[in-house]
């Protein structure tokens, strides 16, 4: 499943992802993303000219190797600003609704959480 990351410029985002990356999830798009709807799913992938780039703050524009058309599973929107016990919220895009959690991404525990509220979508409270 994706995971959408948002947040403006130097917010983050690249880091947060890298970090995932280096856990074992595989890049779609860096910057910009593309969304399809496919029946009841939405479809992620990286615009042709961006595909399989990363921006690493300090190293550049790299390559990596990414995939392509994959199911978005949530959306992350990067803030230092986190609620301790935030309502659930979902994201409409493209008529259909999708999972959104607010988090830190330089906390040490961003990747985890990133990857629980993936695996743990209904939480209990």
């Known amino acids: ?17 890298l970090r995932l990356i280096d856990r074992g999830a595989s890049l779609v798009s860096d910057d910009q993303t593309l969304v399809v709807r496919s029946g009841k799913i939405l479809l992620a992938r990286a615009p042709a000219t961006i595909a ?6 300090g190293l550049g524009i790299l390559a990596m190797p990414h ?37 830190d ?9 990133v990857e629980l509220a993936l695996r743990n979508p209904e939480p209990l409270a």
Request: aromatic share 2%.
């Open 1 to 17: 499943m994706a995971v959408m990351i948002e947040g403006v410029s130097g917010s983050g985002k690249s880091d947060l992802a």
């Open 52 to 57: 399989g780039r990363i921006e690493v703050r």
């Open 105 to 113: 991404p330089f906390h040490a525990s961003a990747p985890i959480k």
């Open 67 to 103: 995939v392509e058309d994959v199911p978005v599973g949530l959306l992350v929107r990067v803030d230092a600003a986190i609620d301790r016990m935030p309502e659930r919220r979902l994201r409409r895009i493209a008529g259909i609704d999708v999972r959104q959690v607010a988090i």
